[in-house]
């Protein structure tokens, strides 16, 4: 079968190669991928930054974001048998390394960091025309988002950022959050805006600089847009100089500080950017730490994603679609075939998302 390769640490090396057909296992199901996401992970592992090919092999299939097709159901019985022939299903990224958190279903909270991850980390991805996979990392997809399943994954990783939040802003009797900043509108961003609207909040989406479709599509929604490059981050937190929560798409390590100095009382910092190199800042820690700590505010990390917050995800898609039609598809601005796949690796600025289609 084809699928879309890289040599981890050596920059460059995506290919689409052919590669041995997945021999899936009694307990596991058999899927016939249809579509992929690329994002900047993706691209990130193919400049060499990070990426470990599975034992035994010199190369990674790429892909974490996936929609495909049962094909073949698993053998033995037990859990996931409900996952018959046509099933569409999207596939989670991380398995587990069988550390308390991770025998707990929670390899999101891995403690002992043995995991694997597909398409990332010691087992291939899902960039390739077939894969396999146990039941248990698959999540069924309704017909009626499966024109858009493929946001699944990306949208986890602020559903995970909202879950961990709410868990811990029971910590105060009443907590009401009216206003969030999305820092970033590329997918994850505007995936975020998404969901905080359905939560009921007013919603601005920063971006660098100003793009008329973006603020245009984000309208849709019911969300703000600003650019810093015309408005400085302070002006966008408004009159009162704060706001309930601020959630970091950006890839850029400078912006979560500078969002640290606008998070009002009992507030919170949502970060989910991975951010490599070896940058340098200053910044002005005591007036950061003074507002933290007099705010009683929250700074948390997300990366990866619970079954939990699949299965929620999927809730969100289709309530998304159902209150605006039509707004997520949008977001997948550019589709290339399978043996084009390498080309979606270079950073367009004026795609949102761009796809694999790997087959009808």
């Not at 700074?299 to 039509?326: K, M, S, Y």
Request: with cysteine; glycine share 10%; proline share 7%.
């Amino acid at each position: 079968m084809r699928a879309l390769t890289v040599i981890p640490k050596k920059p460059g090396t995506a290919e689409v190669r052919e590669v041995p057909d997945p021999v899936p296992a009694d307990d596991e199901v058999a899927i016939d991928v249809i579509r992929v996401g690329l994002c900047g992970t993706d691209a990130e592992i193919d400049h060499g930054e990070y990426g470990v090919a599975p034992p035994g092999s010199d190369f990674l299939i790429l892909g974490h974001e996936s929609f495909g097709r049962v094909t073949r159901r698993a053998r033995t019985a037990g859990k996931g048998m409900e996952l018959v022939e046509s099933t569409l299903v999207v596939a989670s990224v991380r398995r587990p390394d069988g550390c308390p958190n991770c025998s707990r279903g929670e390899a999101d909270m891995c403690l002992w960091g043995d995991y694997t991850e597909r398409g990332i980390r010691g087992i291939h991805g899902f960039c390739a025309e077939r894969y396999a996979e146990r039941p248990e990392y698959l999540f069924p997809v309704p017909d009626e988002i499966a024109d858009v399943a493929v946001l699944l994954e990306p949208l986890t990783i602020s559903e995970k950022g909202w879950r961990h939040l709410t868990a811990a802003q029971r910590r105060m009797t009443v907590w009401e959050p009216k206003r969030a900043i999305v820092t970033g509108a590329g997918p994850v961003g505007i995936l975020a805006a998404v969901l905080l609207r359905l939560r009921g909040l007013e919603v601005t989406v920063v971006d660098r600089s100003e793009r008329p479709g973006r603020r245009a599509l984000l309208a849709k929604i019911g969300a703000s847009y600003a650019a810093t490059s015309v408005t400085p981050l302070q002006e966008v937190a408004g009159r009162s100089g704060h706001t309930d929560v601020i959630l970091d798409a950006t890839g850029s390590s400078q912006v979560p500080f500078a969002a640290m100095d606008l998070i009002g009382p009992n507030g919170a910092v949502i970060l989910t950017s991975v951010t490599g190199g070896t940058r340098s800042l200053e910044v002005p820690a005591d007036d950061i730490n003074k507002r933290l700590v007099l705010s009683n505010a929250l700074v948390l990390g997300t990366v990866n994603a619970n079954a939990v917050d699949f299965r929620q995800g999927l809730v969100d898609l289709a309530a998304a679609e159902r209150r605006w039609p039509g707004f997520l598809l949008s977001l997948i601005t550019r589709r290339v075939p399978l043996e084009r796949a390498a080309e979606a690796l270079r950073h367009d600025p004026a795609q949102i998302k761009q796809v694999v289609e790997i087959r009808p």
